[in-house]
């Protein structure tokens, strides 16, 4: 049962890293080479679709893990789980701290509403995304390396 939780924990950890890396150098790229205003429709509409799903798939990742370092306390690499369960609370921290609000703002934006700095907030928001990108690869590969 164990070696189950640990494969569908790094599973779920995995491809919530690989939505989040398309976000930052894929989809906000081709975001940001539409013309202006269906550039910014787009992010807004991102995320609205995004902001719905990513707080689940981030609690959900944390909790997982969370198990997997109680199951597992007694067994190899119960020290990478736990660290990359408290890499994943840093994530859902910062997400909560610096991101959500930024996008709280943005997905309501349309090209009548928006403020004269959207593009420097969803810049803003960029920086901070790829730190928490980052972080969420760096706990992803704690936990391939303790399945090992």
């Known amino acids: 049962m164990l070696n189950a939780l640990e494969v569908f924990t790094t ?3 995995g491809l919530m890293v690989g939505v989040e890396f398309s976000v930052a150098f894929v ?3 081709i975001l940001d080479a539409l013309p202006e205003d269906s550039g910014q429709l787009g992010h807004a509409h991102a995320g609205r679709m995004l902001g719905a799903l990513m707080p689940f798939w981030y609690i959900g990742s944390l909790v997982l893990s969370a198990v997997w370092a109680v199951a597992g306390w007694h067994h190899h690499g119960a020290g990478l789980v ?12 910062m997400s909560l701290l610096l991101l959500v ?3 709280n703002r ?4 349309t090209p009548d509403n ?3 700095d959207w593009k420097q907030q969803l810049h ?6 790829y730190v928490r990108v980052a972080v969420i690869i760096a706990a992803f590969t ?3 390396a303790a399945l090992a």
């Not at 660290?83 to 921290?93: F, G, Q, Y």
């Not at 943005?106 to 934006?109: A, L, R």
């Not at 803003?124 to 995304?129: E, G, V």
């Open 114 to 116: 928006r403020p004269a």
């Open 27 to 29: 989809m906000n790229r």
């Open 11 to 13: 599973v779920i950890v």
């Open 101 to 103: 609000p930024i996008n």
């Open 82 to 93: 736990v660290t990359a369960a408290s890499l994943l609370i840093l994530s859902v921290v």
């Open 142 to 144: 704690l936990l391939v």
């Open 124 to 129: 803003r928001w960029d920086r901070y995304h």
């Open 106 to 109: 943005n997905k309501t934006w």
